[in-house]
């Protein structure tokens, strides 16, 4: 069977022994990200010198460790669309009034209680939920949305608190767990290789196979490959994968995140 270069990867160095090796995968990982989100390089860091600037990093003492972290935090901006992206990493229990929560609270003034107001805890869906809505106002402003990618490091937990602080911010906001960034889920050889329609041509799919948004294939709002991606609801992916007879090409629309509300 004839294997496709874009789809069949060679293996990835494994450094897992390590809480140093183990943050680094995952910054490797986002600067992939951030290439296969924004078609911005950023340069990686080799894996010696992450090591030699964490060697003494201590999990157990926040303070310290979110401070080593701090120097590994990205800030992208994209004139063409006019906004910012911006990767914090994140180390023990982190509160409202933690250093990296204050500091994004200075750099977006958090919106009114009153939306959030409905709501007795909130998780990562939530979240979700609200940066579509924060997305969906700066879109109407005509200006497009900042987003602020959240990287929980080891041990590393976000209270309610915070996160209702986090969602209220006008950006995107997205909580990633450095377990689901070790490895990046659209490099394994065995995955198809994914392309983002733009509207117009999701339209062209709808048109020729006489389909609805209803009628496509539906991706959740909790699959990594939306995740590593950032779509948006109603976005419309094409996965293509080698088979026997050729390339199988299928698409699929992103659905929204399920919320439940306080009764």
Known sequence: MHQDDDIVLPPRDDHSDTPQGRFWMCLRTMTEMMGDRYGVKVPLEPYESVARKLRFMDLADTER????????????????EGTTIRVFWLCGKVGVKTESMLKIQNLFPTASAEEVADYEDI???????????????AIIAGKPPDTVILVQVENCTITPPAR???????????????????????????????IILS??????????????????PKMLWEDPVRRYFGLRVAQVIR?????????????????????SKKK
């Open 239 to 259: 996965c293509v994968r080698m088979a026997d007879g050729g390339k199988d090409v299928n698409y699929r629309i992103v659905i929204a995140p399920s919320v």
């Open 199 to 216: 509207q117009a041509e999701a339209e062209d799919v709808k048109r020729k196979y006489c389909a609805t948004d209803n009628q496509l």
């Open 164 to 194: 209702k602080v986090a969602a209220k911010i006008p950006a995107i906001v997205e909580i990633f767990d450095c377990n689901y960034l070790r490895t990046n889920v659209i490099k394994h050889r065995l995955q198809p290789k994914f």
């Open 123 to 137: 998780d990562d869906d939530q979240v979700a939920e609200f940066a579509e809505a924060q997305k969906g106002r």
């Open 65 to 80: 460790s979110q401070h080593l972290m701090n120097q590994f935090e990205m800030c992208v901006n994209l004139e063409r």
